[in-house]
Nanobody
Framework: QLQLVESGGGLVQAGGSLRLSCTAS????????VAWYRQAPGKQRELVAR???????NYADSVKGRFTISRDNAKNTVDLQMNSLKPEDTAVYYC?????????WGQGTQVTVSS
């Protein structure tokens, strides 16, 4: 069974940077698209960035030019580099993938950006 574990969240001042990491158990991770979502208090969960098995990426308009998603299939990790952080980026960030028709989520990692 696939398991996803996020790490790297924390508290940072506006304009700062954080790097989130999603580590997966199971080698099938390398053949799946992986996404980062976030959910702020009182808001719906939203897609932040997504990367396919071939490395194609797409981003939410709100993070384009500031966030970069990347993957290392050998290490079963997908990272989210977040630069020029804004208070509105404050949320719990979740890693997500689909495998054999089932959706998997990590437990989430909190990112808090102070103004």
């Amino acid at each position: 069974q696939l398991q996803l574990v996020e790490s790297g969240g924390g508290l940072v001042q506006a304009g700062g940077s954080l790097r989130l990491s999603c580590t997966a158990s199971g080698s099938i991770f390398s053949i799946n698209a992986v996404a980062w979502y976030r959910q702020a208090p009182g808001k719906q969960r939203e897609l932040v960035a997504r990367i396919t098995s071939g490395g194609s990426t797409n981003y939410a308009d709100s993070v384009k030019g500031r966030f970069t998603i990347s993957r290392d299939n050998a290490k079963n990790t997908v990272d989210l580099q977040m630069n020029s952080l804004k208070p509105e980026d404050t949320a719990v960030y979740y890693c997500n993938t689909l495998s054999a028709g089932r959706v998997y989520w990590g437990q989430g990692t909190q990112v808090t950006v102070s103004s």
